[in-house]
């Protein structure tokens, strides 16, 4: 069967679809396993700070921080990831209008080999 150049073209955008919906899916799962949690210089060990009640008010200060921190990081990576999914839901979309496309395509291209084998038979 011969293969027009429809369904050359159409081959091609199809495994530039699917290289984009692998790279998405791997960046997704990488990103979906990194912590958003800052960790506090002193990992919640009461014994690591020194006492009174200006370094206890610093400590909460700092802890304050890094918990606000925690959750610019946390909104961030929420933002990429509906991004990421957004994109992937787009393009597998485009890739099921790709996929069907290419089937009418080769239909075609059957049909006009066919019909080629059938004249050169005549």
């Given at each position: 069967?011969?293969?027009?150049?429809?369904?050359?073209?159409?081959?091609?955008?199809?495994?530039?679809?699917?290289?984009?919906?692998?790279?998405?899916?791997?960046?997704?799962?990488?990103?979906?396993?990194?912590?958003?949690?800052?960790?506090?210089?002193?990992?919640?060990?009461?014994?690591?700070?020194?006492?009174?009640?200006?370094?206890?008010?610093?400590?909460?200060?700092?802890?304050?921080?890094?918990?606000?921190?925690?959750?610019?990081?946390?909104?961030?990576k929420?933002?990429?990831?509906?991004?990421?999914?957004?994109?992937?839901?787009?393009?597998?979309?485009?890739?099921?209008?790709?996929?069907?496309?290419?089937s009418?395509?080769?239909?075609?291209?059957?049909?006009?080999?066919?019909?080629?084998?059938?004249?050169?038979?005549?």
């Open positions: 069967m011969l293969k027009s150049e429809q369904t050359i073209q159409l081959e091609h955008e199809l495994t530039a679809l699917d290289a984009k919906i692998k790279a998405l899916q791997e960046v997704s799962e990488i990103l979906s396993n990194c912590p958003t949690k800052v960790k506090s210089t002193y990992n919640g060990a009461y014994s690591d700070h020194v006492e009174g009640r200006q370094y206890d008010r610093m400590y909460e200060e700092e802890n304050d921080v890094i918990d606000g921190f925690s959750t610019k990081l946390k909104s961030k929420s933002k990429i990831m509906s991004e990421i999914e957004s994109n992937l839901s787009r393009l597998k979309n485009l890739q099921t209008s790709v996929h069907l496309q290419l009418a395509s080769r239909r075609a291209d059957e049909a006009a080999t066919t019909a080629q084998q059938a004249r050169t038979k005549d």
